[in-house]
């Protein structure tokens, strides 16, 4: 009977949209969690391989490692510094463009203002815009002396780690020459570790997208799920109305003698009017039920491919 009434009802479209979502994210995070293992495996063994190629050359050779890595290291700070000057010229040319911009503005509304003969005639829109414009000048103008003193500082900055690198290439001029390997082998692969743990990332990223859409897609079954019950509860109600009205306290009102004989005869009669009611009442609460049950079952994810796939991934999602 539950089948039949199954049978009858159209499935909400949105369960089968919602567990289509949560077999994808479940692939997707399966596939992404067996790539994240690979990648993070691959940038641990790059990362014993590079230790193993520096102690190697190391012990070749010696203290002119140490001896020659204040020259790099300041190398290091100069090459820093000249990437932030740039990007500091960059801003203030910039802001030096925004500022001259601004004020051909204000100009041109200083002329349309007063353009027409009589000079006491009021232009709202123009005077807004007057008044817009000399406030993008104000701003602008702060934008770039701001940003010209920082070029400043920076450039300030970068000129004396140039002129501090300078001095000690003439200082540790051997020991620069002699570790020169060592240090180029390790900006080689830092590089590549750089690279791998980005890539790292990005996998973790991908995965933390794939766990919200499963997680989501979760809420709404829960969601579609309590609103087929509230439906289902509701056209329960009439069934049970149809076993006849009752009184405050439960009891079958008679309105005349004529339907109390008639009431007697059908009970009589073996036909079980009031049993029979009782019967209908039961079988529909029966018919619900199984129809209720059938639902959760579709709504279940355990019952779904979902689980089946999700198994692998369980401890990433929870």
């Not at 002119?64 to 790099?72: H, S």
């Amino acid at each position: 009977m539950s089948g039949d009434i199954l049978a009858e009802e159209d499935v909400d479209p949105r369960v089968n949209d919602e567990l289509e979502i949560l077999n994808v994210a479940t692939d997707k995070i399966n596939k992404l969690e067996n790539e994240l293992d690979q990648a993070r495996c691959t940038f641990r063994q790059l990362l014993t391989d590079s230790t193993q190629q520096l102690n190697s050359i190391a012990k070749k050779i010696g203290k002119t490692i140490e001896k020659a890595r204040p020259y790099y290291e300041a190398k290091k700070t100069a090459i820093k510094l000249q990437k932030e000057t740039q990007q500091a010229a960059v801003n203030f040319q910039r802001a030096t463009e925004i500022h001259r911009a601004a004020r051909e503005t204000i100009s041109l509304a200083e002329q349309r203002l007063w353009s027409s003969e009589d000079k006491r005639e009021f232009d709202s829109a123009w005077q807004e815009m007057l008044n817009h414009a000399t406030q993008k000048v104000l701003e602008a103008e702060i934008a770039k002396e701001r940003s010209e003193r920082e070029h400043q500082q920076t450039r300030t900055s970068f000129v004396k780690a140039q002129q501090r690198v300078s001095t000690m290439e003439r200082v540790l001029k051997t020991s620069i020459s002699k570790s020169k390997t060592y240090f180029e082998v390790q900006a080689m692969l830092h590089i590549q570790l750089q690279h791998q743990k980005e890539i790292v990332e990005g996998l973790q990223h991908s995965i933390s997208k794939w766990k919200l859409s499963y997680s989501t897609s979760l809420q709404n079954l829960e969601t579609i799920s309590d609103e087929i019950h509230v439906r289902r509860q509701a056209m329960k109600k009439p069934r049970d109305t149809a076993q006849g009205p009752d009184t405050e306290d439960g009891d079958m009102i008679y309105t005349g003698v004529d339907h109390t004989l008639q009431f007697s005869e059908d009970t009589d009669s073996g036909s079980g009017s009031e049993c029979g009611l009782s019967e209908m009442g039961d079988s529909a609460y029966s018919d619900e039920t199984n129809t209720a049950a059938s639902s959760l079952e579709v709504l279940d994810p355990k019952n779904s491919s979902v689980d089946e796939g999700y198994v692998h991934s369980q401890s990433a999602v929870h």
